[in-house]
Nanobody, 115 residues
Framework: VQLQASGGGLVQPGGSLRLSCAAS????????IGWFRQAPGKEREGVSC????????CYADSVKGRFTISRDNAKNTVYLQMNSLKPEDTAVYYC?????????WGQGTQVTVSS
């Protein structure tokens, strides 16, 4: 499966963005999906995930209550709605798909939160 992340950009603190992770060459129904991010000079960190099947979700403590992950199987796309953005959310965001022990990474999309 190939993943295409999009929706990043420049936004002021307190603003919102919605990232999309669109899949081709496979159906996201069969994958657990995660979002990671990496800021300059920092290690990559997990941000959010959504499971295969029951669609249970997980969030890093730093984004709980501000970010929401969802999936639209009809569009073969997973979204990350990001609200109340902070400068520390600035990073390149990546989506991944996981199934049967295999991990597929998409290219990143840059999110910059700055006034």
């Amino acid at each position: 499966v190939q993943l295409q992340a999009s929706g990043g950009g420049l936004v002021q603190p307190g603003g919102s963005l919605r990232l999309s992770c669109a899949a081709s060459g496979g159906t996201l129904d069969y994958y657990a999906i995660g979002w990671f991010r990496q800021a300059p000079g920092k290690e990559r960190e997990g941000v959010s995930c959504i499971s295969l099947g029951d669609g249970s979700t997980c969030y890093a403590d730093s984004v709980k209550g501000r970010f929401t992950i969802s999936r639209d199987n009809a569009k073969n796309t997973v979204y990350l709605q990001m609200n109340s953005l902070k400068p520390e959310d600035t990073a390149v965001y990546y989506c991944i798909a996981v199934s049967s022990g295999l991990v597929y990474w998409g290219q990143g999309t840059q999110v910059t939160v700055s006034s």
